[in-house]
């Protein structure tokens, strides 16, 4: 969604809508960020707690750097499986495009917007360097 264009269309109620859903979603992006960034600043300051307590003799250290370790290979396990989930995406966006799709026929397809099509493909081809016209047989 262009912002701009939306707003070149203020008086008209759907636009008025449509930027009210836009910065709801800009918010609630903003809120997630700030949430991760908190939990990367717990992470960071267990982290660097961690040598007092073992030169302190803390008899929980060994638990809490268990748990500590834990949680990173469970985030790390988290993003393989987006990463995994987004290059299935790209894949299938890609194998719609190689077969004459239009952005707005694949996103029907996928039941996406049309610009995520788009944007995905901007990142397909800006990594691979492929242009659409290259994809046809």
Known sequence: MQILSILHRLDDPSACEQLAEWFEAQAALC?????QMAANARRAATLRS??????????????????FYRDIAARRQEATSRAARRLA?????????????SNAEVARKLGVSPSTVAR??????????LKKNSLHD
């Not at 995905?120 to 360097?129: A, Q």
């Open 120 to 129: 995905t493909w901007r990142r397909i081809s800006d990594h691979t360097f």
């Open 31 to 35: 809120r997630m960020q700030a949430a």
């Open 50 to 67: 961690l040598p007092e307590r073992a030169l302190a003799g803390d008899p929980g250290l060994a638990s809490a750097t268990i748990d």
């Open 89 to 101: 995406r790209e894949r299938e966006i890609a194998r719609l495009i190689r077969r004459g799709l």
